[in-house]
């Protein structure tokens, strides 16, 4: 009896932190504290920090959501954190100056190295599969949903290059306004969005065709648009505008502007929750991330993170 | 003819759905004045990313080097754009002869040079008024400051100049200056207006750089030329070494846009 009891106690330390702690958070990489903040999903406090590692900025998780990556420009490195103890699990060596990536259906993560002009494939454990010559300061990558296509921005070739997978090879290269930052596929994954940093602009790009098929204004000279993210509806585009201090809400197919939401200063990063009822923006100079309900595309809450918040990831699946 | 062209095998590496031969645009620069300044190592800079961009377009760009006491004998026929480090009396009498072709001034600050608005001039580097006039906003504020008026500087990090600083010392052992950004700037906005527009005459790229331009020159706003053919730039200001203000100065320039320094207006 006494022995079966021991057994169960035991049991159950084994599987309670796995449950307990399989909550949903979302984490922020911290570009000049050089942590990540985590938040309660449900609170939206935060509820944890951990020290990373010298300028990181990329995050992204598993297609499980079993492991968080995080690029840790100034190390070289992407380290891997396990988003439900919060452990580091790894690290691995991930070319020169990784600053943002995005991670393939198969599990495979591609990174741009912005000081390298090339764009690199890694799996999972650490092992180079590919290396891509693109253009300078390489930055934005984005994956088709059907993982046949990835996008990588050249911020100083001001060029999207449409490499196509698992080949590995560049298909088309596609110019675009000055400093394109940052795409967007649809979930067709025909049709791609990204933006234009100094030439502040979104573009509609037309993937098979190579060809911009049209061109949107993000408005004011002080607008300089960083992350795009798309509705679930895919109707609506929603662009960080940097130094405009807002998120310009614009009509997917016109690439009207529709609204302007303010935030805090600076804001580059944004991403949207499973369900798309929110959106959660990082505020570079004000050291806060945003969240926005977007039924009635206002700010519910601000949330004071650390230094210079750059990358958001929503882990809630 | 402003262009040459050649056939060439197009890098497979880049291109690999096409195998036949592709062709390729060549554009030709050309370097005027003294082979150690600093400009030039700006210059080889702004090819090596020019051609960077070229090799996934098919135009690839060139440099020849013409020495100040050369000049009058040499064809400059053949060249896209002139890249001058030349005083005001040598820019001035080249930019005459050469009509229609963008000249470069990545040295000049003769604020002269910028009320005569030579046509085909275009100043890269700030003149004599546009740092006058930065130090001066920061004297509103600082009133003992004794701060220098720079067009770059090697600690620069914001809006990717970290990048561009750190890729410049990596190639060059050598740290940005006003200079060697002024040389970088003027191949890489002519090289993107020929990659934009797929125009490759002089002609009609002097009249692109000069309406329509919109360039990353990694200091911030889309940078653009005032009717003087001077480029519209923030102004760094350093003492001992360190960055202390950008102008225009918040809350003192007026207006609060790069107009508030240098020369705005032709002199008739």
Known sequence: ?317 | MYVKKSICLVLMLFLPSITTAAEVIEIDFVYVGDTNHSSLLGIKQGIDESNLQGQFLNQKYNLDFVSSNEIDEYDFSKYIAVLASLNTQQLTTLAKQLTNKPVFNLTDENNELRLNCIPNILHITPSNKMKSDALEQLQVKKPDSNAKPQSWHYSFVKFAARDLNKRFKKNYQEKMNDHSWAGWAAVKMTSDTVARTQISSSKEILKYLKNKLSFDGQKGSDMNFRVTGQLRQLILLVENDKIVAEAPIRGVAKPNTLDSLGILECEN
Do not use: C
Request: a neutral charge; aromatic letters at 6%; hydrophobic letters at 40%.
């Open chain 1, 1 to 317: 009896m006494n022995f079966l009891w021991i057994r169960l106690i035991a049991i159950a330390f084994v599987l309670l932190p796995l449950t307990s702690n399989a909550k949903d958070r979302i984490f922020v990489t911290n570009e000049r504290s050089n942590n990540i903040s985590v938040i309660d999903a449900k609170t939206l406090i935060v509820e944890n920090i951990i020290d990373v590692g010298d300028r990181p900025r990329g995050i992204g998780l598993s297609p499980d959501s079993n492991e968080l990556y995080v690029a840790v420009s100034e190390e070289n490195k992407i380290v891997v954190i396990d988003p439900d103890s919060l452990k580091i699990l790894r690290d691995f060596e991930a070319g020169s100056d990784p600053e943002t990536f995005a991670v393939h259906p198969n599990g495979n993560i591609y990174i741009s190295n912005e000081d390298d002009a090339k764009a690199t494939v890694f799996d999972p454990t650490g092992k180079q599969i590919a290396e891509i010559k693109v253009g300078l300061e390489p930055e934005g990558v984005a994956i088709s949903p059907d993982g046949k296509r990835v996008i990588v921005t050249s911020e100083s070739t001001n060029m999207l290059h449409v490499i196509k997978t698992p080949e590995n090879i560049i298909e088309s290269n596609i110019l675009v306004g000055s400093r394109p930052r940052s795409a967007v596929f649809t979930k067709t994954g025909n049709i791609a969005y990204a933006t234009a940093e100094i030439s502040g602009e979104v573009v509609k790009v037309d993937i098979n065709k190579a060809k911009i098929i049209k061109t949107g204004s993000t408005g004011d000279a002080k607008s300089k648009p960083k992350d795009v993210i798309l509705s679930k509806d895919e109707k609506i585009i929603y662009v960080a505008g940097g130094r405009a201090n807002k998120v310009i809400v614009m009509d997917a197919n016109s690439l009207e502007i529709i609204k302007g939401i303010p935030v805090g200063k600076r804001v580059w990063g944004l991403a949207m929750s499973s369900d798309g009822q929110r959106i959660f923006t990082t505020n570079g100079v004000s050291g806060t991330v945003s969240v926005i309900d977007t039924n009635k595309n206002e700010v519910i809450k601000t949330i004071e993170v650390g230094k210079f918040p750059w990358g958001v990831v929503v882990k809630d699946k």
